[in-house]
Structures are given as structure tokens and as C-alpha cells.
């Protein structure tokens, strides 16, 4: 007898064993598609590749002004072929169980082939906002076949969360989310019942940096243009993101330049060149984020709590942002680095697609959208004069 419920365990282990190992074998993951690096994550790696586009400008007026005057199929076909070969290097031997893309939105339509022409002048209007589920076919067009027998199953469709506006994209969602700035109630470990009362910040710092300040319950988003110096691109120094920053701060304190960014020593840490990029970089993000405080009508003080996203964010130091102007000092001191802020939304929505949190989350965001306003800068009085100011040391 004793042999007979020793052969039932056993057998009952190894079942146990292979459904363990068949779970394994599945990963939900997230690809961010960011305007200088992709980025594929499952919850725990994360591999890098470098955006095909850059050839055709370094920021997203570049690649549609490209577009426009010689078509959009080729940054179509480049980005799919770049996805397909990212899925063969990352997944060694899993399937995939679910699949959520982010990117910004001109991004968005460019890997979908859909027509970036709305996008390219005022009032600057996207064919599709998002936040619904595709088909393979419809992401990546003749290169479905190649890459659907990396799914667990069938007829498996790409979720991708929705975006705010032409150049606010699905990132900035899923980053507020990935912050806890948006809050499920039905995750009680992350809900926090005072949260409707406090005001936060969050900067997804990038080529096109985009913002969001929630204030009691109200959202206001907005972009703008810092381009990629932050990201080590479009300088002559081999320094990168916050390692730029930091030679920044150390000129202005050793006396290599004087507050309007110009040099008076013979052997600086940075060119001229090299600095003026910066400045400009600097004073985009400081008078995007003066100009959001100015509309909400706060001041800095009545801030909680400031998110800096992305990797630009996950070696900065505060002494940096200070001593540089990127942000007041008094919101400097409230800073919390979110390297993988967007990574960790996203990874949020694929896992909950299979799942009755989905049902919640789609509610969340519809609820959230229903109280933000977006804040357009290009013609804003406030931001032109703001951006002159900023950038001064």
C-alpha cells in the first residue's frame, strides 16, 4: 500500500513538474519602443537595441519630414525587421503568452504602416489613438508568419495601451502607471487612500521628454522637444545621459563657463558645442515643467513627490539637477528615480490582459483620461518666455 501512494506521489510530482516547467516556458513581455533604443523586458532581463531610425534624423519631426518626402514604408519595414529579429535574440526557447508595445505615438504609427501625414502639421492629429488590441498581422505586417509560432497560442493580438495625443504617447501611460501616479483599488498593496489628495510629477525624460502633474485628482500632460543629448546622442563627448549632466554641474562649479553656458577656460570637461546642446536640452524640460506648475495654478512647494523615468534618471544626482537648473531646487529634493518606470507599466497591462484585473485596469485609464488635459507648449506664452529664462545657470 505504502509503494502503491509512493508511485501516486511521485507521479503526481512529476505532473506537478511539468505544468511548473510548461508556465515557465510562457513570459508576458514588453517591448518599449523609444525614439533613440527598443527595449525588450519580461519582468526580470531586459536587452537593448538601437532604433533602426536614427538614420533618418535623430528626433520624430526628422523621421516625418523624412516620411513625407520619400515615403514611410522603409522606417515601417526597418522597425518590424528590428522586433522580429529582438524576439529570436531575447526569447531562448519560451513562448510568448502576451505581448503589450509601447512607444510614443508617432512611433506607434510608423510600426503599423498607418499614415503619419496628420501628425507632420497643425493641429497635429493621430489616425489612431490606441489602447486596444491588433492582430499580428496588422503590427507587423508580411513578418506575422515568421514570428507566430513564438506564441503560446493562436490568433494571439498585441495590446497597446492607449495615447494621449499626437506626440504623448502609450509610454507616458504606462510609466504613470509603472509610478503608482495612477493607483488600482483593487491592489490594495498599492493603494494608498490619501492618494487623491496628493500632487506629483512625473518626467519621462527622453528625446521627446513627456510630463505629467496630477493635482488632487486632475492630470496634466504635455511634451516637448529636449532631444537626444541626455541620451549621449548629438554630442562630441563619449560621456552619457547623467555622466553629461554631472560635467555640467562640475564646470558651472569650478568656473569653466559663466551662467549663460560660455567657456573661459582653455581645457574644458565639455565643448562649447557640447554645452549648448545640453542648454537647450536643459531648458526645454525646465520650462516644460514651470509651465505645467503654471497651469495647474501650484507652486513647487505643493508638490509630494517628482518621478524621473527612464534611463537617464537612474544615475542622476540631485546635487546635478540643482546646481544646473534642470528642476527647482525645492522639487530637486523630491525626486525618486524610475529607471524602468514604462518598463514596469507595461509588464502591469500584459500581465492583467489574461486576467479579470483588465477589466479594472481598462476603467483606471478610462476614468484618468476623463480628467487629464493636455497642454500644448508650441504656442504657449508662458513656455516661450520660461524656455529663454531657463536657459541660464
Not at 32 to 47: E, P, S
Not at 60 to 85: D, N
Not at 185 to 198: G, Q, V
Not at 202 to 224: F, M, P, Q, Y
Request: proline share 2%; charged share 25%.
Amino acid at each position: 500500500m505504502q509503494e502503491k501512494y509512493r508511485s501516486l506521489s511521485q507521479a503526481h510530482e512529476r505532473k506537478s513538474s511539468r505544468i511548473e516547467a510548461k508556465a515557465r516556458e510562457k513570459m508576458n513581455l514588453v517591448i518599449d519602443i523609444g525614439t533613440t533604443n527598443i527595449i525588450f523586458f519580461d519582468g526580470q532581463r531586459k536587452t537593448l537595441f538601437r532604433n533602426p531610425q536614427y538614420r533618418f534624423g535623430s528626433d520624430i519631426m526628422s523621421r516625418i519630414l523624412h516620411a513625407m518626402q520619400k515615403g514611410q514604408k522603409i522606417q515601417t519595414q526597418l522597425l518590424r525587421e528590428i522586433l522580429v529579429e529582438g524576439f529570436f535574440s531575447f526569447l531562448k526557447d519560451k513562448k510568448i503568452q502576451s505581448l503589450v508595445i509601447v512607444a510614443n505615438t508617432v512611433q506607434l504609427h510608423f510600426l503599423l504602416g498607418l499614415d503619419i501625414s496628420g501628425m507632420a502639421t497643425f493641429p497635429f492629429t493621430p489616425l489612431e489613438f490606441f489602447g486596444r488590441s491588433f492582430s499580428l498581422d496588422a503590427v507587423f505586417g508580411d513578418l506575422a508568419m515568421k514570428i507566430a509560432p513564438l506564441f503560446s497560442e493562436k490568433n494571439t493580438e498585441v495590446f497597446i495601451p492607449a495615447c494621449f495625443d499626437a506626440f504623448i504617447g502609450a509610454d507616458l501611460l504606462a510609466a504613470s502607471l509603472g509610478v503608482g501616479l495612477w493607483q488600482l483599488k483593487e491592489k490594495a498593496s498599492h493603494f494608498d487612500a490619501n492618494f487623491a489628495e496628493t500632487s506629483q510629477l512625473l518626467i519621462d525624460i527622453g528625446t521627446n521628454t513627456e510630463l505629467v502633474l496630477r493635482h488632487r485628482g486632475k492630470n496634466l500632460v504635455a511634451s516637448t522637444a529636449a532631444g537626444p543629448a541626455f541620451e549621449g546622442g548629438k554630442t562630441k563627448s563619449e560621456l552619457k545621459g547623467s555622466e553629461l549632466l554631472h560635467a555640467l554641474s562640475l564646470m558651472l562649479s569650478q568656473g569653466q563657463m559663466d551662467a549663460t553656458g560660455f567657456i573661459l577656460v582653455e581645457k574644458p570637461l565639455l565643448c562649447q558645442e557640447d554645452v549648448r546642446v545640453l542648454q537647450l536640452a536643459k531648458a526645454a524640460i525646465r520650462a516644460a515643467v514651470d509651465t505645467l506648475l503654471f497651469e495647474m495654478q501650484i507652486d513647487a512647494e505643493e508638490i509630494d513627490a517628482v518621478f524621473i523615468a527612464g534611463a537617464f534618471g537612474s544615475h542622476i544626482e540631485v546635487k546635478d539637477i540643482e546646481k544646473t537648473g534642470l528642476l527647482d531646487g525645492v522639487l530637486a529634493k523630491k525626486i525618486s528615480l524610475r529607471e524602468n518606470a514604462v518598463l514596469d507599466g507595461a509588464f502591469l497591462c500584459a500581465k492583467a490582459v489574461h486576467e479579470a484585473d483588465f477589466h479594472a485596469l481598462s476603467s483606471l485609464v478610462e476614468k484618468e483620461f476623463s480628467q487629464t488635459t493636455l497642454v500644448q507648449l508650441a504656442d504657449n506664452a508662458f513656455f516661450a518666455k520660461a524656455y529663454i529664462e531657463a536657459m541660464s545657470f
